[in-house]
């Protein structure tokens, strides 16, 4: 192990002269877990699952062709395959939507985005669209909202029980914008490849659960 809280990166000289290997050492500690798989045309991948001082779970992981940066240039390798890969810069909490390769996510359900989920709250209904137009140029988030009817109609709502709750007076903008940043930070909507279609599935999946949740909690505030 690192010996440290953290994972860290090792080397060693290979048996030609030049060739360094390096690799992902993992985290010290009882909650310290790590895997090693093969990537097809690229070699051994570590990962790196840890929680810090017994609170947050953090995932690690390394692949020299992905994730190595070069001293020289200061860059990362880069393809069109696996920009997909969100593990490069550094550890990231855990939820149930990172993805760990360009194959999919840690959830796989088995239903379509938007659908599976438990029935809408009370007086809630799904609208025809998004609460935006999509029209024009979009950011990734909403160009993937936009390809998903359900997803849409989660958004729509989402707007339209936004819009009562500032209608009645209710204080809800900085709460909006708080969910706005959780959403972006566990779904990552900028650094998903939208032509990859298993990428895109897989950011339309994390906005569905993130805009259920908001959709209920709305729905929740207006009750009381």
Known sequence: TSGQPFPSITSRPGSVEGIVYRRL????????FVA???EAGLGPVQCNVFRI???????????E??????????????????QGILDAAGAHPINDFIRLGNHGSWLRPGHAVGEGYE????????????????????????????????LSGFDGAMGKLYAQARDRGLDVQAAQRDWLKERNLACRPSQ???????????????????????VNRLAALLRD
């Open 36 to 38: 090693e798989g093969i």
């Open 119 to 150: 029935p809408l709250p009370p007086g809630v209904v799904l609208t025809d669209g998004p609460s935006f137009d999509c029209t024009g140029d979009l950011d990734p988030a909403a160009d993937v909202i936009c390809r998903y009817p359900a």
């Open 25 to 32: 050492v993992p985290a010290s500690g009882p909650d310290s």
């Open 53 to 63: 001082e017994g609170q947050a779970w953090f995932v690690k992981t390394f692949n």
């Open 65 to 82: 062709e992905i994730h190595y940066v070069d001293p020289a240039t200061g860059q990362r390798p880069q393809g069109t395959v696996y």
């Open 192 to 214: 998903i490849d939208l032509d990859n279609p298993l990428a895109a599935a897989s950011l339309g999946h994390c906005l569905a659960h993130f805009t259920r949740m908001q």
